[in-house]
T-cell receptor, first 111, second 114 residues
């Protein structure tokens, strides 16, 4: 069973569209995250949720809105997509030990 | 699909000991390689990376890693660890010319005893 799963794996869309990336973890973790991989392959934290509450919100455009319907899910919704949003987005979760478990990534391409 | 193996899930060392954490990947083509560190209660940070050139790369905080292509390895080393090196260490691989995403190993939990 996949511990942290995110869908879709690939997402190709036009500028201006609204899209969502879903993430689910079956590890019983309390904390979930979204990371963005930049053009140099470096990961940067975007959001962190603990028990459905936002605890970290780094400097990202407000077109990005995380939604956590329950503590096993943290979806990323992006409005009015721009070319610069093209990147790979990683979901992750952690329990009390804080070790991160990563999803396999979603490659977003905005045309 | 490529995979990344970190053979040691937990490592316990005393201060001043030398450290080597193993990382092997399964892909025969050209790769970019990374080591990330997650200190307790903090987010992921990049320790060092290899894209091309000198296979011995130096990172922050005295860490280095050596890319050995024939062994598909990118082991992380530090000659003398400190208590503050206690953290989770992740190896990651990206295929050059392939999909953009990183593939992570499962991480190694390093505990340094004073």
């Amino acid at each position: 069973d996949t511990a942290v799963s995110q869908t879709p794996k690939y997402l190709v869309t036009q500028m201006g569209n609204d899209k969502s990336i879903k993430c689910e973890q079956n590890l019983g973790h309390d904390t979930m995250y979204w990371y963005k991989q930049d053009s140099k392959k470096f990961l940067k934290i975007m959001f962190s949720y603990n028990n459905k509450e936002l605890i970290i919100n780094e400097t990202v455009p407000n077109r990005f809105s995380p939604k956590s319907p329950d503590k096993a899910h943290l979806n990323l919704h992006i409005n009015s997509l721009e070319l610069g949003d093209s990147a790979v987005y990683f979901c992750a979760s952690s329990g009390q030990g804080r070790k991160l478990f990563f999803g396999s990534g979603t490659q977003l391409s905005v045309l | 699909a490529q995979s990344v193996s970190q053979h040691n899930h937990h490592v316990i060392l005393s201060e001043a000991a030398s450290l080597e954490l193993g990382c092997n990947y399964s892909y025969g083509g050209t790769v970019n390689l990374f080591w990330y560190v997650q200190y307790p209660g903090q987010h992921l940070q990049l320790l060092l990376k290899y894209f091309s050139g000198d296979p011995l790369v130096k990172g922050i905080k005295g860490f280095e890693a050596e890319f050995i292509k024939s062994k598909f390895s990118f082991n992380l080393r530090k000659p003398s660890v400190q208590w503050s090196d206690t953290a989770e260490y992740f190896c990651a691989v990206n295929i050059v010319g392939g999909a953009d995403g990183l593939t992570f190993g499962k991480g190694t939990h390093l505990i340094i005893q004073p």
